[in-house]
Structure formats: structure tokens, C-alpha cells
């Protein structure tokens, strides 16, 4: 079955909802295909004590204020599930779901999107799929000679799965210093870092870091010197979970190991520390395989783009994968600015090839239309 329309966006997370959001506004056909089978994104998967940095209100994607949790200052993981639920149910949001998308390919002046459920013809595509479903396990020698149980921070639920046991948690960003307080009370704890950790300072939450993030961008836009961004601050925003461990002396963290042996982890003193599971809060990287065949990719496995547009390719659009694609795009609070960029850069586009075929005798009308393309339900 092949389809047309004027955009497709893939992704249902945080990202493709504000694309959809500001797609919609502008009046543009487009299709989300999700290929999560709930809405909600990433935030179904989180670990169970996530809490977001900011209050709910600085946590909103455009149009629509994220309500506040009751007797919580920062919502959690589900909290943030329900609120893109109703958010994609307000806007009547075209959401297809489960839809997973093999591979964009060019075809002539339209954007081939190959997927389990048939194939779409686009005159754009926005790519929204996140870093989630990358995790990143760095090569430390011995991984393979571990015998107990590794996990990536993707993969972690909660403290009670790991009652008692020997947990090295390994990495010193948000994730690690969140999960490592999370297992400080119920097993035995090792926390191990690259550098000393670097908690920013306790009145600092998400806000802020949008403020700096944004700043770092229009610096290096307007040719001035690199402020250093949220990296200026540290490293660890010291959300109260994270503070109370760290308070408590709970969360003192050893410098990296050197490699992994078969029951524990081994420093180059000759320091060893046994361990029943490691945990690696180690990253993740942009989950990118569905644009392969337009070949793009350059060092360091990223696209090239000018804000959020393909150098390579303009009818392709990236949106929420950090702040190569936007300032603080990855964030709920982020994705608004550059979702609303692209969407008018996309109506440009669009609208050049509306007048150019109608210039040669024929308009170009979509075969989805959006009045009739959903029932305000999340499909």
C-alpha cells in the first residue's frame, strides 16, 4: 500500500508532537508514524524515581502548559506519559502506531518512507526518533569476562530488582548521579567516574539550563565566543533525590576503573571491587539507521545541518536529538523553538512546489487530508 502526503514525521515522542503541533497550525498535510504502540515516547521506559528537573510548567510543549502534579514540585516519568497522551489527543494529532520505518529513499521530487505497514511519498520529512533506542556501551576491556549482570541506565527500573546486591554504577552525568542515589539505601554501591562529578548548584533546574544552552547557540550564530553552555555550569543538576544522597555522604564517587574481570571490576593500582551487576550510565546516540540510504551521515555519525534543515538533503528535517538540531531540542522545554522553525521552513518549501506545479498546469493535492486523517483518538 503506498500513500502520499506533504510531511512525514517519524517519531511520536516529545519531538514529533511539537512538529505535529506547529505542522498542524501552518495547515500542512502530514502523518506521524510511531513506532511505540502507546503515546508517550521514551517516557514509558524511564526508570521508576525519574523526575523531571524543572516544575511542570517549564516542562510544556507549545500551546499547551504541562498541568501540575499534585504534591510534586517536579512531575514524574508517568506524569509527563499522561500529559503527551492528552496533548496528541487535543491537537487531534494524525498519530500511526505501531509503525515502524525501514528507510527513507529519495524518488524524484518526493521522499520515499518504506515502513512495515506500506510505504508514504513525502515532499518532506522530519526525523524525530531520538537517542533512546541507541544506547551507548563504551569498550572497556573485560566487558565479555564479566559474569554477573550489565545493564544500560535504558534497561534499569528500580532499586528493589537489585536488593542487596554489589552494584557498580559507571558514569557521572544526570543519569548516573539519579540512578546511583536511587541504589544508595539498598545495595551495596560503587560509583565510579571519569572526572570528579560536578553537581551545579542546588537552585539550578531546567530552566536555567534552556537559558544557557540558548545563549551558547546564539553566540556561536552570531560569531561571538563559545559561552560553554550547560557544560559551563557541571555536570549533575542536583535534583532532590540526587541532593539528599549527596548530602547524606551517600554518594562518593571512585575514578574509572580499568577493566572488568569475572567477579567485579579492577583498578591499575590493582584495587578491585566485586560486583554482582554493573550498570552503564553511559549515553546514548542518535537512532539514525532509517536515513541511511540517503547517505548523509559524516563524523561522528551525525547529518550536517543548519539548524534543523539537511545541508545535503533540504527536504529533510532533524528535530530533538541535542543541540546540534536546536538549543536544548532533546528537552520538553527545547523542542518548541526548533519544531516551529522547521515547520515554517517546510511550509516554504511546500509552498515553492505547490506554485511551481501549478505553474506547469496541475496542483499538487494530498491524498491525506487532515480534516480527515484522524477522529481525535490516538491510533
Known amino acids: 500500500m503506498s500513500r502520499s502526503t506533504q510531511v512525514v514525521v517519524i517519531g511520536g ?3 514529533g508532537l511539537a512538529a505535529g503541533y506547529h505542522l498542524r497550525r501552518l495547515g500542512l498535510d502530514f502523518v506521524v508514524l510511531d513506532a511505540q504502540a502507546a503515546p508517550g515516547g521514551a517516557w514509558q521506559h524511564v526508570w521508576d524515581s525519574l523526575r523531571l528537573f524543572s516544575p511542570a510548567a517549564y516542562s510544556s510543549l507549545p500551546g499547551r502548559l504541562m498541568p501540575p502534579q499534585p504534591g510534586e514540585i517536579h512531575p514524574d516519568a508517568q506524569h509527563v506519559v499522561d500529559y503527551l497522551t492528552d496533548y496528541e489527543k487535543r491537537y487531534e494529532l494524525p498519530v500511526e502506531r505501531p509503525v515502524r520505518v525501514a528507510g527513507v529513499h529519495r524518488d524524484g521530487g518526493r521522499l520515499r518512507v518504506e515502513t512495515d505497514s506500506g510505504t508514504w511519498r513525502a515532499r518532506a520529512v522530519i526525523s524525530a526518533t531520538g537517542t533512546w533506542w541507541r544506547p551507548f556501551l ?15 541506565a535504558a534497561e534499569y527500573r528500580s532499586p528493589a530488582e537489585l536488593a542487596d546486591r554489589r552494584v557498580i554504577v559507571v558514569g557521572g552525568g544526570n543519569s548516573g548521579a539519579q540512578i546511583a542515589a536511587d541504589l544508595a539505601y539498598d545495595t551495596t554501591l560503587t560509583w565510579v567516574t571519569r572526572r ?23 553566540a556561536l550564530d552570531e560569531g561571538r565566543s563559545d559561552t560553554g553552555g550547560v557544560a559551563s555550569l557541571g ?11 549527596r548530602d547524606l555522604g551517600l554518594l562518593k564517587a571512585e575514578p574509572m576503573f580499568g577493566r572488568l574481570v569475572p567477579d567485579g571490576v579492577a583498578w591499575a593500582d590493582g584495587t578491585r571491587a566485586e560486583a554482582d551487576t554493573v550498570i552503564w550510565c553511559t549515553g546514548f546516540r542518535p537512532a539514525l539507521s532509517h536515513l541511511a540510504p540517503l547517505g548523509l551521515r559524516g563524523p561522528r555519525g551525525r547529518i550536517a545541518v543548519t539548524g534543523t534543515q539537511s545541508v545535503d538533503e533540504p527536504r529533510l528535517h532533524l528535530l530533538g536529538y541535542g543541540d546540534w538540531t536546536g538549543p ?22 511546500v509552498g515553492r512546489t505547490r506554485r511551481a506545479g501549478q505553474a506547469g498546469g496541475g496542483a499538487i493535492v494530498s491524498s491525506l487530508p487532515i480534516a480527515a486523517s484522524t477522529d481525535g483518538s490516538t491510533r
Not at 198 to 218: K, M, Q, V, W
Not at 237 to 245: C, F, I, L, S, T
Open 196 to 218: 570528579p562529578p560536578r553537581f551545579l548548584a542546588d537552585d539550578i533546574d531546567g530552566r536555567a539550563l534552556f537559558d544557557a544552552a540558548t545563549a551558547r547557540r546564539r
Open 13 to 15: 515522542g516529545q519531538a
Open 235 to 245: 555536570d549533575i543538576v542536583a535534583v532532590p533525590p540526587v541532593r539528599e544522597a
Open 328 to 349: 536544548a531540542s532533546a528537552t520538553l522545554i527545547g523542542v518548541g523553538r526548533p519544531a516551529r522553525d522547521a515547520a515554517r521552513r517546510i511550509a516554504n518549501l
Open 138 to 152: 563504551p569498550a572497556v576491556p573485560g566487558r565479555a569476562a564479566f559474569e554477573g549482570r550489565q545493564l544500560h
